[in-house]
Structure formats: C-alpha cells, structure tokens
C-alpha cells in the first residue's frame, strides 16, 4: 500500500522506552519524600530540578508507551545521568570522611559494589 513502516514491532523504540521508564522511575523514586508526599509532587520538583516535563514522566509511569520523542528521551537520560553522578559523588565524600580501613567504609565499598569479598 504504501512505503510507510509500521512502528509497532519496532525493538529499538521499546528498549529505548522501556530504559526511558526505568530512569525515570528512578529519578520520582529518588525525589519522593514519604508519607504525605504524592508522586505529582515529585514529578513537578524533578520537573524545577532537573528540567524533565512532569507530563512525561506520570506518563511513563502510569501508560504503556510505544514510541516517544528522541528529545524527551534525552531529557531523561541527561537528568539520569546527572543524578547518578551526584550521587556518587556524595558516596566519595563520605567516604574519604572516614578512615580507608574502617569497617563502616568496607561495607559500604561492598554495598556499593566497588570491592569483590574473596
């Protein structure tokens, strides 16, 4: 009929969405405060944060998805970034706060998974 493809049985638009829905659950989960706190809330502060649109990420969150916007992608996958990055910067901290042979440090060096226990 015509030259158009269907989008449908596209395997890229579903990985990449599905990696899309997992960061971004990532990042509500890491804005969410609690009791008392609603996931709206925190998608509209990871929206002021982090510039990712709130609509996108309830969206995600709450609808199956076959295709989206390589933008809003990577929104999400800047913001993602940027957050890890935090975060793992807050655990080098924290880290060189305490003393490289404490037992507090080796744990969390095994929680974290940078050591390997032999």
């Not at 924290?94 to 042979?101: I, K, S």
């Amino acid at each position: 009929m015509g030259d158009k493809r269907s989008v449908e049985d596209d395997k890229m638009s579903d990985a990449y969405v599905r990696n899309a829905r997992e960061m971004g659950r990532y990042l509500l989960n890491k804005e969410y405060r609690g009791i008392g706190d609603t996931i709206e809330a925190a998608a509209h502060r990871v929206q002021i944060k982090r510039g990712v649109p709130a609509t996108l990420l309830l969206r995600l969150r709450h609808r199956p998805i076959k295709d989206m916007m390589l933008s809003s992608y990577a929104a999400i996958a800047t913001a993602y970034e940027n957050a890890v990055s935090r975060s793992e910067a807050a655990y080098e901290h924290e880290r060189t706060l305490h003393a490289p042979n404490s037992k507090l440090v080796g744990l969390a060096d095994f929680t974290a998974g940078k050591i390997t226990q032999e």
